[in-house]
């Protein structure tokens, strides 16, 4: 966790500057590329990362011990951080593609042009940074797309003494559970602050990698079965690309460990005390994770072992097929040649049970070809 | 170790909040998934983990300097812990299905629900946690199951100033040698408070790992013995299954080696300075077994090049007879096609000693290259 | 980061002493090697690496929150460094080749011999250090070279309270965004030091490495579609080639995370409170620069696997087709020679369906072995 | 070095319980697993390891600047530690299988329970315990077996203010040149305390691993040889063996350096301050052997992948002759088989020069064939 | 860096005990083994090693800002070591089988009896230790020796506050450079203390190893264009030859490394302030030393895989030719086969074409195959 020093200058929004002709390749519906950004001062608002068309959805959801209501709102107008003590204002954003209105978000909330640029660029790191009255938590999770394969969403947290701001790349179910909870009256959620929502919101996050876990350790499954029963360059193929998928999960989630571990550390004072602990049972789910992906990794890498050794037993075998073939025809063929040249005194060729003890010993040589094979375990 | 700062509030039982509609996968009899627990609050009792049908069951040792009664019960009922310096209250429960019980024994002795949660994810991680009261520890066991596989199991321990609790998912006699001893009326036990037992019961649980590493250790050398005779690929999977054990194993013990390590050093007023030694032992005890997993670890590589050179040797065996097949039936059987040529004028055919000339020939050839195969080692 | 005590004295340039007859190995246009230095003294000005015969460019750019005076000079003599607070002096050399040059700036700005050798030898690993009066950073970036080689060039930046230098190997576009941004009136840059011109520097820079791994990526991703289709010993060696570009970019981001970081750290008075904060977001981008290598080179790794793999399956195939055609052929060929011996007394010669009947008999053996070998799924 | 605290109170010698129904599996001379003590309290002293028949053999040596006793004892009985200042007490114990007199000895010395246990159990790893009044120093030696196998010996080391107690598996000859220096008069060993007694066991034993080391290194050249020469199975089986001897000095010598390390680190008081030096001699004995035994370790894996290529090579080889025969003699079988046809109109074969052309033709193709594989390099 | 306390006591020179009948095992020319220490006091002087026949040279450098003379001396008798201020006393000697030498030295400079047992002990890990009244260094560096192979020879340096010893293995022209700078009126190391001239010794020796690592780049490159050329098992014997070499610079430059660093950080009195910085420049330069052998290290494995895969391709390849013979003359030889055969009612045998036809079949089967083998790439 990188806490910076409280002494940062509360940053003024108005110097979000934008670079001078910032390089443009915005197709929509295409990723644009973190090197988009090369040459543009810091804090410059482009998005990095899949493009999505609909435009941005804002959820505001304000509760106290008593009352919660939500709402969908247009724009960020007219909100206002609520008091100390009486409510708390939970902001969620679907979609990062409204810049003007992440631009408004960063004035009507004091928040550094950094911040707002990290937000942005989907590629981040998982990490927390403790800012001038704020608290930046950004991390990564993963859904499962169609065909398997694991699409990544980054989702910022910005943390605040009444309120608490959670932006997501996409529309998307993950968060339904913590609302349905704050609807509840008896809920601990209801009476705690945005700290604990925070908390609520990272369990959930971190929780939802047990379900892509679950769906990964199913697939090693499968290819291992697959893999015993016919080792194809595809299983091989397939074996890789869940190695990778690995990765890609172990490189979200050791930082989101260490962050959560610095949380459960924080001495901010957005994070109350009697809160730290949650943070720390995070912290332990996040553990598990990772002994979860280890396991994992450590299964693929013995699956490429039994691969290549594998293939190496099928050559072994095709060996020993041709082998026997050669070992068994070769001295009878040339046995068949020797009686069939044209020698003019070749005695054997006039007696009357030549062919038949040629046949006869023809069949010993085989048989003992094969017994010398079946001795040798190669059929 | 994680130390909590003793600040903790002390939990109200009352939060144990029920998620709003837990997703119910409980088929009895099989293994409930950590995914399971996704989108819960915290403290949300759910027994993750292999259900074990038949009802916990309870057992209730008190015991001091002067006494030791044993009794089993079926209800927490009642029950109160001992005051300081009078005697000293075991409760040992097997079996975690009996959610109402751990909700009750965790009001009685004033558990945070974090602490019940983690009894009953049977997927943690073993350390230890310094909480308000008391302490938690929750460490991991493996039984040889049937056909020689390792079956983990978790054991919790709860330890007051003049209680223990201990948890198992399932009914056993690991810790009838520590029972026995209590029942001695000189053992050190009987003096010594419950943070003796508490090293008593880790000491047994770290020594069962010596149990499961014996037998470890036959298997791995029963394997090289059958991998020298005949290297097949259901020894190479049996390497890789062992290899998965090894590291479950692994898993398992590092972080008991911490957490063992952490109690040592501990500061808790729950440990008495004059047991810290023993802790320190058992400490020793789990650095053993590392170095014996290690050691298995380091054989167990060792096997796989050897399978795999042993593959790459026998194929070179298979190859090396169908050469010498073909070096020496080739020509001779060249030969043969030659005599068997129907030209008008060849000579040779029509020599008296044409064939036994050739026969003469053939033997040479024969005979040269099988002195040659000699010679390259091949035969 | 290597944070010198500010007891070090200040530097008399009179002190660079050349050392007894260095060896001279400066073929124009080739590179020197490091090994040139041995036996000299600290502090010898010898150009270390490849050599580029045009002269260098020096162009200095006074600005301040009011003006911005570009123009480019042709020595150094009569720069003097603004006084604080009234403008910034950065001063930017394209080319190290010009020794005299360098001992003239060294003299006007009180630079340490050292720091002047660590400017030529461009075989520096990138670091910063803390001198009095001036830091020093040095780094390393790369172009794409043609061909798509990475073609390394380092960069010095010395940092003084009102005045920056940086130098450059070559002449290049590199920094040209962040003239414009200087060029800007209403840029950050222009009211801010130099502390925060060195960050735009350095973040350009580490921004540089995205465009490179950007191109990289293709590279790999053309290479395994090559892979797929054809393994071939070249793209073994593209795929080392690829190895060693990732190495090389590893040796220079890892140490200028490390000295990025340090700077973030820093307590110099050089770089002012609230710069601190953008040296930590250069940080960020230098920890994604380096997860997006360590994904190349894991991507890297695998195909590797993948390379070894497909070479063993192709000698499967060929293999298998050549058992096919063995165990086809040799039976029939041996059938063929048996009815080709000359035997006077061969029943089977003289029936009249005898040839026909052997036809059958080789199409029916035939067709066995090929629905074996279909079994077998070798054809 | 886990340097306890001195706050351990004063064992008492009676603590020392028997675990209740100890499960006896000592047969004779043979070694009793670590996992026979499960369940037994800290402190039952049970010998693990190999059973040696023969009795222990006591050797006490009183010295002092200006004497030397030297005596063989049958009992412990009248032992009394000197005075500090006098003189200093070494007794020297071959054999640990005599449990009562090691009883007698924890008593005499007063020696904590678990120290008697450490002693007993020789699996322990390297390391040393400050104890309340003596130091505990256990460490492994290993001598050279017939047939060259490695025997692990553990040697134990108390460390009194005016006495040392040495305790070894077997009888040996290792520590006779420590002996015959005290017997010197002008020995330094003579006028220091035990504390330098102490080092120059130590030093002895690190330095025996020299010794060792000699005879691996010779053991791994001639395998190299050997490998080179032929490699058989036999050879990769000895290099595992070799590879896992080498493991096996690992596992003792990093404890062993880390320990000895920590003695010279000490502040305990039973190590003078001018004896601390001595022990950051022993210290780098200990790093200079590690460089060894990693040295042979890298060997040893070079060996490996010479081996395996070794293995390719020679089935290369034989691919090359298998190929060169069949390259050859199949198309001259061919043609002999295409003059051996019985087709009625041949004209080939009524052709004067018909069978002498066709030898041509066919010494034509074989010539052919031959320069081919000579340009290829396969003959 | 070991720092030892300065509370060492002054030893005395008549301390160094010689062992009870150091076993003799010197023959001349030969390395004496490490191992022939067992077992002998600490401080007995034995030069472990490499022995050099002749006599060791002493050469004594007097030098201050005014003056400097050089001289080679028979004995140190006679030689008293500078007052501080006044000159600096240079002693450097070349060869270290002169044990009655060494020892007056070691009276005269008052050096401890363990320091003069590094000084010969050969086989040292450079480190650095701060003795009372001195410093000492010792290192390693390599000389190219006939035939290309890494000679490696340790220097061994003691920095007094007035005075500097070093020692050599070997005569050679390596500190000339340093003696040529010396001689120079001008020269800073006229000026400085004997520090400076240990920092341009230590330089002049890590810059020393950039020579040893060009000649060694070459090797490289020679060898991998050997490799793709032609992969042989030499070639394969050179890469492993390589790989030990550069494990044997890594071993000596990494602790070198650290000493050097150790220096740069040192307190010790006999490092100025003012020469720090240069003992930093230092480190800078082993770093670099450390890059180039870690990139030699990876393109030498990345050499071993381009050689593994080489070898599997050629045999591929070997393969592919087997496979096309086979394919291409086992049907032809069938057909041949049958025509051979003496049925007495085979009618094409009588066909007027038949003979014709035949050839016509067979080659449309070869071009069929050969078209065939052609698509797969096989030709």
């Not at 247009?74 to 003007?100: F, K, M, N, R, Y």
């Amino acid at each position: 966790m990188m806490g910076y020093s409280t002494a940062v200058p509360k940053p003024v929004p108005v110097m979000v500057e934008r670079g001078p002709l910032p390089e443009v390749r915005s197709m929509p519906g295409t990723a644009r590329k973190r090197s988009a950004k090369t040459g543009l001062p810091p804090g410059s608002l482009i998005h990095i990362g899949q493009r999505h068309t609909d435009r941005a959805k804002i959820c505001l959801c304000e509760y106290g011990a008593t009352h919660c209501r939500e709402r969908e709102i247009q724009s960020l107008e007219g909100i206002i951080p609520p008091d100390e003590g009486t409510s708390v204002a939970w902001v969620h954003i679907d979609g990062l593609q409204d810049i003007p209105l992440l631009e408004q978000m960063g004035s009507l909330f004091g928040l550094h042009p950094l911040t707002l640029e990290d937000i942005l660029n989907t590629e981040q790191r998982p990490k927390s940074e403790d800012h001038d009255g704020y608290l930046y938590v950004v991390l990564r999770i993963f859904h499962q797309g169609a065909g398997g394969a694991l699409i990544p969403e980054q989702v910022s947290i910005v943390l605040g003494s009444t309120w608490l701001i959670s932006l997501q790349e996409r529309k998307g179910s993950l968060l339904d559970p913590v609302r349905e909870r704050l609807r509840n009256d008896n809920s601990r959620l209801r009476k705690a602050g945005p700290d604990y929502l925070a908390h609520a919101l990272l369990d959930t996050m971190v929780d939802s990698y047990f379900v892509v876990l679950d769906a990964f350790g199913e697939k090693i499954e499968t290819l291992e079965e697959v893999l015993v029963a016919s080792p194809s360059p595809a299983a091989l193929r397939q074996i890789q690309a869940l190695k990778r998928e690995t990765l890609l999960l172990r490189r979200s989630i050791w930082p989101l460990r260490e962050m959560v571990g610095g949380l459960g550390r924080s001495d901010s004072p957005l994070i109350r005390e009697q809160s730290v602990i949650y943070f720390r049972d995070v912290y332990d789910h996040a553990v598990q994770v990772i002994d979860t992906i280890e396991t994992c990794r450590d299964m693929l890498s013995g699956m490429l072992d039994i691969y290549l050794s594998s293939v190496s037993n099928r050559m072994n075998e095709v060996m020993k097929v041709l082998t026997v073939f050669a070992a068994l025809f070769m001295p009878l063929t040339f046995l068949a040649g020797i009686y069939g040249m044209n020698f003019e005194y070749m005695p054997e060729l006039e007696w009357r049970w030549g062919y038949l003890s040629l046949w006869g010993l023809m069949i010993a040589i085989a048989a003992f070809m094969l017994i010398l094979f079946r001795r040798k375990k190669w059929l």
